[in-house]
């Protein structure tokens, strides 16, 4: 690879992605691959740590993984592949545990949150969740790390693990930094704009999926909670139209300014059904893309399997060393 920056981020296998999770995120991905050397990964393994049903865990796992690949992730650029065919992840995830406090990972907030949600199944991989994050990123040595807010206490903890581990064996870890977007980071429930966008909302119309075609994406945007005012500006309390302005703006490139002249005068229904249009027109590329890639299935084998390989070269260097460093005896 290039001598650049190395950016490594993973995204769970929930099969399509909300509006959210690709404005936050997936989004932003493409653009890196020019600038960085950059590695994405699809977390199966994170995934079980709360229930899953076997098909459809496998089925979403390559939709997302083909879904990627749609939103621009080229694999002639980047690895892409998938956490579980890359073993060097759950080899270096054990290590770093030995290397990780209880106290440290209970004070997860997500660990707490989802243990609540799920409290009929606290396992103990919830619980050491971020140490296979960590291992992720450290597996590479990855310099930076596209994360949501929701995810910055994580990597903050793997900085955690790697500065220690650097300290019991020697330098060796880079200590990764979060790289966070400016733009369209968060994107709200269209039915609860004081809430994050999240596929598990019980309200189908409060989300945007990437894959929701455009009858489907207009008529949700026309349900859209906003407030009693009419006019299009962005103000502390408008929480609703602050959001569709978000959104707006990220589609189009316009900022704020120019949004509300464009609007002004005009009621918020107008303004809605500009923004269902827009979003759908942006997203109609990603969903042909996606029904593409789908029906080649012996091309997305070779893509995955390729993506693994190269993976696997990288990061078993990488955990070597580590095996060495902790004491292990060496195999060959
Ligand atoms: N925990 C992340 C999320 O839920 C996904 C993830 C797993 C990840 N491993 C990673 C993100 C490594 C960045 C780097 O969004």
Not at 65 to 70: E, F, G, K, S
Not at 89 to 101: D, R, V, Y
Not at 116 to 123: K, M
Not at 219 to 248: H, P, Q, W
């Given at each position: 690879m290039?001598?650049?920056?190395l950016?490594?981020?993973?995204?769970?296998?929930?099969?399509?992605?909300?509006?959210?999770?690709?404005?936050?995120?997936v989004?932003?991905?493409?653009?890196?691959?020019?600038?960085?050397?950059?590695?994405?990964?699809?977390?199966?393994?994170?995934a079980?740590?709360?229930?899953?049903?076997?098909?459809?865990?496998?089925?979403?796992?390559?939709n997302?993984?083909?879904?990627?690949m749609?939103?621009?992730?080229?694999?002639?650029?980047?690895?892409?592949?998938?956490?579980?065919?890359?073993?060097t992840?759950?080899?270096?995830?054990?290590?770093?545990?030995?290397n990780?406090?209880?106290?440290?990972?209970?004070?997860?907030?997500?660990?707490k949150?989802?243990?609540q949600?799920?409290?009929?199944?606290v396992?103990?991989g919830?619980?050491?969740?971020?140490?296979?994050?960590?291992?992720?990123?450290?597996?590479?040595?990855?310099?930076?790390?596209?994360?949501?807010?929701?995810?910055?206490?994580?990597l903050?903890?793997?900085?955690?693990i790697?500065?220690?581990?650097?300290?019991?064996?020697?330098?060796?870890?880079t200590?990764?930094?979060?790289?966070?977007?400016?733009?369209?980071?968060?994107?709200?429930?269209?039915?609860?704009?004081?809430?994050?966008?999240?596929?598990?909302?019980?309200?189908?119309?409060?989300?945007?999926?990437?894959?929701?075609?455009?009858?489907?994406?207009?008529?949700k945007?026309?349900?859209?909670?906003?407030?009693?005012?009419a006019e299009?500006?962005?103000?502390?309390g408008?929480?609703?139209?602050?959001?569709?302005m978000?959104?707006?703006?990220?589609v189009?490139?316009?900022?704020?300014?120019?949004?509300e002249?464009?609007?002004?005068?005009?009621?918020y229904?107008?303004?809605?059904?500009?923004?269902?249009?827009?979003?759908?027109?942006h997203?109609?590329?990603?969903?042909?893309?996606?029904a593409?890639?789908s029906?080649?299935?012996?091309?997305l084998?070779?893509?995955?399997?390729?993506?693994?390989?190269?993976?696997?070269?990288?990061?078993?260097?990488?955990?070597?060393?580590?095996?060495?460093?902790?004491?292990?005896?060496?195999?060959?």
């Amino acid at each position: 690879m290039e001598d650049k920056k190395l950016i490594f981020s993973g995204i769970q296998p929930t099969g399509t992605f909300t509006l959210g999770n690709y404005i936050g995120a997936v989004r932003n991905w493409k653009p890196l691959q020019d600038e960085y050397n950059c590695i994405y990964c699809v977390v199966d393994m994170h995934a079980i740590t709360v229930r899953q049903d076997p098909i459809k865990l496998r089925q979403n796992t390559l939709n997302s993984y083909a879904l990627l690949m749609a939103c621009g992730i080229d694999v002639e650029k980047s690895i892409l592949f998938i956490q579980s065919h890359v073993k060097t992840h759950a080899e270096l995830s054990w290590i770093l545990g030995c290397n990780t406090q209880f106290g440290e990972l209970s004070r997860m907030t997500q660990f707490k949150d989802k243990s609540q949600r799920h409290a009929d199944d606290v396992n103990s991989g919830l619980f050491t969740y971020p140490v296979l994050m960590a291992a992720d990123i450290l597996a590479y040595n990855a310099d930076l790390v596209p994360v949501g807010v929701d995810q910055k206490q994580h990597l903050e903890l793997a900085r955690n693990i790697a500065q220690r581990f650097n300290q019991r064996y020697g330098d060796f870890f880079t200590l990764p930094e979060p790289y966070i977007a400016e733009i369209g980071a968060k994107v709200m429930s269209l039915q609860d704009p004081t809430k994050k966008m999240s596929k598990s909302d019980d309200n189908p119309n409060a989300v945007i999926l990437i894959l929701d075609d455009k009858d489907t994406i207009i008529r949700k945007f026309k349900r859209a909670v906003t407030d009693s005012e009419a006019e299009v500006c962005y103000r502390d309390g408008k929480d609703g139209i602050n959001n569709l302005m978000t959104i707006y703006s990220s589609v189009t490139g316009k900022n704020f300014a120019e949004i509300e002249s464009e609007f002004s005068g005009k009621g918020y229904g107008d303004f809605k059904l500009a923004v269902g249009e827009a979003v759908a027109d942006h997203l109609e590329p990603i969903r042909t893309e996606f029904a593409r890639l789908s029906a080649d299935k012996a091309y997305l084998k070779k893509c995955y399997t390729e993506g693994a390989e190269k993976a696997i070269r990288y990061s078993q260097r990488i955990v070597s060393k580590v095996y060495r460093k902790v004491g292990f005896v060496d195999k060959t």
